[in-house]
C-alpha cells in the first residue's frame, strides 16, 4: 500500500493513517496480495486525467486503474483521489478530509473488484458496500453520514 502525496496536500500522520486504514480496508475486501497505489492529486490534475482517461471533461473525485486478472489474490491497482473535492465534500459530510480520501479510495478499490454505481440501484449496493466496510474496520459509515447524497463519487473507468 502506497500512497502518493508529490504536492505535500496532507500532513505526514494523515498520510500514514490513510495508508494503515486501507490496509485494513483491503483485508475487509478480501484483497490479499499485490499492489495499491493510491495517488492524491488535486482539481488540475484531475480534470486532466478525467478527460484523458475517460474522455470527460471536468474533475471527479476518483479514477481507477486495475491490471490483475484476479485483484483479490494479486492487486495491481492505482487510484487517483482528487484532494480538492475531497476538501469540499469532507465539509459537507462534517468529517475529514482524510476520510473522505478513505472513501474515494475503497470506492476505487470496489470498481476493481466488480462494483458499479452507473445506475440508482448499483450505487446504492456499492455506497452500502463502503459503509459497510468502513465501518468494519473501525472508522464508521462515512458515505452515508450525509443521508448518502451522490454529489461526489462520480463515474470512474
Known amino acids: 500500500m ?3 502525496d ?3 496536500a496532507l500532513s505526514c500522520a ?3 493513517w490513510l495508508e494503515q486504514t486501507l490496509r485494513s480496508a483491503c483485508g475487509a475486501l478480501g484483497v490479499s496480495g499485490g499492489e495499491v497505489r493510491v ?3 488535486d482539481d488540475g490534475a484531475m480534470i486532466a486525467a478525467h478527460e484523458r482517461y475517460s474522455g470527460v471533461a471536468g474533475a471527479t473525485d476518483v479514477l481507477t486503474f486495475s491490471y490483475a486478472d484476479d ?5 495491481d491497482v492505482d ?3 482528487c484532494v480538492d473535492e475531497a476538501m469540499r465534500q469532507a465539509a459537507s459530510r462534517s468529517h475529514g478530509v482524510r476520510e473522505e480520501l478513505l472513501l474515494y479510495s475503497v470506492h476505487g478499490l470496489l470498481h476493481t473488484l466488480g462494483h458499479d454505481d452507473h445506475d440508482e440501484e448499483a450505487a446504492r449496493v456499492m455506497h452500502a458496500e ?3 466496510v468502513l465501518t468494519a474496520i473501525g472508522v464508521g459509515a462515512v458515505f ?4 448518502g447524497t451522490d454529489e461526489s463519487l462520480g463515474v470512474t473507468p
Open 2 to 4: 502506497d500512497v502518493i
Open 6 to 8: 508529490s504536492r505535500s
Open 14 to 16: 494523515d498520510r500514514t
Open 39 to 41: 495517488e492524491v492529486i
Open 71 to 75: 485483484p483479490r489474490a494479486d492487486a
Open 79 to 81: 487510484v487517483m483521489v
Open 130 to 132: 463502503e459503509d459497510r
Open 144 to 147: 452515508a453520514s450525509d443521508g
